[in-house]
């Protein structure tokens, strides 16, 4: 009759920037695969902690996210998801 | 002199050849402020993510190129009044690519999603932050 405490699969990983470290993605606004990663299913830019990103690299992020936008890589709206 | 990379999109019902003489010309202004082409990728025609100027698709060049920095204005200028040209952007590199640009083979991309297709299954909207996580 022992309580059993629920478990989640396990202690929680810690999420890291994936900008930052060893093996660090490049920020390039021509790689939309890469960017399509960081925003919602309606397009907008998620916030930096739901991925732990650095500011800085937020920022960069940001940047690449509203040039692929301009040149219409993304779109500025997905109103069909 | 400094690197840069110039992207423009030209409009939809545009030849092979009227694009690559828009090409030659920026890479001819380049050369001719004495700057130097490091290469030159079209990307084809890709459909654009909205419409821009009724038009639905277009044609993608990127141009490298490194060159002096007030010769920029100028040839941001002849883009703009260039009317088969729909938009164009200029960024300035640290360093130039090594390889060739991640959109040319983004269909044998990795990082597709874990969804078929066809499965009828639909991704709810923060699926894509938590696959990101």
């Given at each position: 009759?022992?309580?059993?405490?629920?478990?989640?699969?396990?202690?929680?990983?810690?999420?890291?920037?994936?900008?930052?470290?060893?093996?660090?993605?490049?920020?390039?606004?021509?790689?939309?695969?890469?960017?399509?990663?960081?925003?919602?299913?309606?397009?907008?830019?998620?916030?930096?902690?739901?991925?732990?990103?650095?500011?800085?690299?937020?920022?960069?992020?940001?940047r690449a996210i509203k040039r692929a936008r301009f040149m219409a890589l993304m779109p500025f709206v997905r109103e069909d998801a | 002199m400094a690197n840069y990379e110039t992207v423009f999109i030209g409009r939809q019902d545009l030849s092979e050849a009227q694009v690559k003489d828009i090409t030659d010309n920026i890479s001819k202004y380049v050369t001719t402020s004495k700057g130097k082409v490091n290469k030159t990728e079209n990307w084809g025609l890709r459909t654009l993510a909205y419409r821009i100027n009724k038009n639905r698709k277009g044609h993608y060049v990127l141009v490298e190129f490194s060159c002096e920095t007030d010769k920029i204005a100028e040839l941001e200028r002849q883009l703009r009044l260039n009317e088969d040209v729909l938009r164009y952007v200029t960024v300035r590199l640290e360093e130039f690519a090594t390889e060739q640009s991640a959109i040319l083979n983004a269909s044998s991309s990795d990082d597709r999603p874990h969804y078929k297709k066809d499965s009828g299954y639909r991704p709810r909207s923060n699926d894509k932050d938590r696959e990101a996580a």
């Open positions: 009759m022992a309580y059993e405490k629920k478990s989640f699969g396990g202690p929680r990983r810690k999420k890291t920037c994936p900008f930052t470290g060893p093996n660090a993605q490049t920020i390039d606004w021509k790689n939309v695969n890469m960017l399509g990663r960081y925003v919602s299913g309606s397009g907008k830019i998620a916030a930096a902690r739901m991925n732990a990103i650095k500011p800085a690299k937020q920022r960069e992020l940001t | -």
